[in-house]
């Protein structure tokens, strides 16, 4: 079956700076790429999604790339602010969105 | 936060015990899905569930049980064979079709002693 890798597991940078996390996958058919933001204690939220035809897209500062080939994801938020604390969770599915498997996740400090 | 709901919040069992837990959508949604979260890791996938009344197992599904009976709902089993069952429950739930986002439900935390 799939298996999503997600790194760093934790992240610490200062407020205004870009943050990057990195997926990797290993089923070629995958070709549905979510993330999503937990916030302590509370349900996760999509923030951002790609399918297998695009290789990035943006809302406004998140973005996500892809690389098929290599088979890997990632996400870039810039200018980060403090309510971008959270931990973010990758994750790949082969078939329209069911059947995710996620990533370890990846808690992200923004210190001011 | 309506949509997708989940009850209760909080659960304390004793180890032996079988529990329910509950999950309601009033989205509209074909597609349900449980997932387990243990702290500092990732979701994993129990069962799931694309139209009423079938289900399929996912990574974890020994120890659990579930029912689809109707559209709206899809409560998940505990049963006293789940070896380590204490962690964070989430159900979601998905429109067939188009978009492919699963929204989730506010979780219910599991304590076994």
């Known amino acids: 079956g799939e298996n999503v890798e997600q790194h760093p597991s934790t992240l610490s940078v200062q407020e205004g700076d870009s943050a990057v996390i990195k997926c990797t996958y290993s089923?070629?058919?995958?070709?549905?790429f979510p993330w999503y933001k937990q916030e302590l204690g509370k349900r996760p939220q999509l923030i951002i999604d790609?399918?297998?035809?695009?290789g990035e897209k943006k809302d406004q500062r998140i973005a996500v790339t892809l690389n098929k080939t290599a088979k890997h994801f990632s996400l870039h938020i810039t200018e980060t602010q403090p309510e971008d604390s959270a931990v973010y969770f990758c994750?790949?599915?082969?078939?329209?969105?069911?059947?995710?498997?996620f990533g370890g996740g990846t808690r992200l400090m923004v210190k001011p | 936060d309506g949509g997708i709901t989940q009850s209760p919040k909080y659960l304390f069992r004793k180890e032996g015990q079988n529990v329910t837990l509950s999950c309601e959508q009033n989205?509209?949604?074909?597609?349900m899905y449980w997932y387990r979260q243990d702290p500092g890791q990732g979701l994993r996938l129990i069962y799931y569930?694309?139209?009423?009344?079938?289900?399929q197992k996912g990574d974890i599904a020994e120890g659990y049980s579930v029912s689809r009976e109707k559209k709206e709902s899809f409560p998940l089993t505990v049963t006293s064979a789940q070896k380590n069952p204490t962690a964070f429950y989430l159900c979601?739930?998905?429109?067939?079709?188009?978009?492919?986002?699963?929204?989730f439900g506010p979780g219910t935390r599991l304590t076994v002693t």
């Open positions: 979601a739930s998905k429109r067939q079709g188009g978009s492919y986002e699963q929204y």
């Open positions: 790609i399918r297998s035809n695009v």
């Open positions: 089923d070629s058919a995958s070709n549905y």
């Open positions: 569930s694309q139209i009423v009344n079938d289900f």
């Open positions: 994750a790949a599915s082969v078939e329209a969105g069911n059947m995710l498997t």
């Open positions: 989205l509209n949604h074909d597609a």
